[in-house]
């Protein structure tokens, strides 16, 4: 069975300052990962993904995540937050051998001037 | 490209009363469709998933019920609402089960 666990529900950063989004997953075989953002009263938006080959994927919004086999991660990162990143972000895991997508309990990124 | 909808974008419904949301999706064929519900704190829940026509896999036993009369359309539906069927409701689409899901933009519904 896959899951994923997100690490920390809510995380409060400085404009400008480095975002860091931790997700660790479970697969028995090689997963699919992906990072979600929803804005307030909004549905979920794709920001990355990763399937197979590199394994440091570039996403929309200047967002970008590692995957790390060897410590099922898949944390997401930006150098630099804006205002208006401010949102709760979703990471799922897939594998062929369950199919459906699993998605964490999210995180909560609040951004101070 | 894919467009997704969903309406209402609001309701309020009394406890006891029917439901139905309504979900369509343009641009694709034979789409995997997807309801969710998020309820204050709980996360993103899986609620019925389809794979085709006539199709529905249900994730968690309860008081609502989907259907798929048409290829790309998506129906949620309840015949008595309960305070706790209160929530977001989004609906999502993806070629395949296993790949990246594109979800609409949702559906508030308040049971009063």
């Known amino acids: 069975a896959q899951s994923v666990t997100q690490l920390g529900s809510h995380v409060s950063v400085s404009e400008g300052a480095l975002v860091l989004l931790r997700c660790n997953y479970s697969s028995s075989v090689p997963p699919y990962l992906f990072w979600y953002v929803q804005y307030p009263n909004q549905g979920l938006q794709l920001l990355l993904k990763y399937t197979t080959g590199a394994t440091l994927v570039k996403g929309i919004n200047g967002f970008e995540a590692e995957f790390k086999k060897s410590e099922t991660s898949f944390h997401l990162t930006k150098p630099s937050a804006h205002m208006s990143d401010a949102a709760e972000y979703f990471c799922?895991?897939?594998?062929?051998?369950?199919?459906?997508?699993?998605f964490g309990q999210g995180t909560i990124l609040t951004v101070h001037p | 490209s894919q467009t997704i909808h969903q309406w209402p974008a609001t309701l309020v419904q009394p406890v006891g009363s029917p439901l139905s949301l309504e979900c369509t999706v343009e641009?694709?064929?034979?789409?995997?469709l997807y309801w969710y519900r998020q309820a204050a704190g709980r996360g993103l829940q899986l609620l019925f998933y389809s794979v085709g026509i006539g199709q529905i896999s249900s994730e968690v036993p309860q008081n609502l019920s989907a259907s798929r009369p048409q290829d790309r359309q998506f129906i949620l539906s309840s015949k008595k609402l309960l305070l706790s069927d209160s929530g977001f409701y989004l609906c999502a689409w993806s070629v395949r089960l296993d790949v990246e899901q594109f979800f609409g933009p949702g559906t508030r519904l308040t049971v009063l």
């Open positions: 641009g694709t064929s034979n789409p995997n």
């Open positions: 799922a895991v897939s594998d062929p051998s369950y199919g459906k997508l699993t």
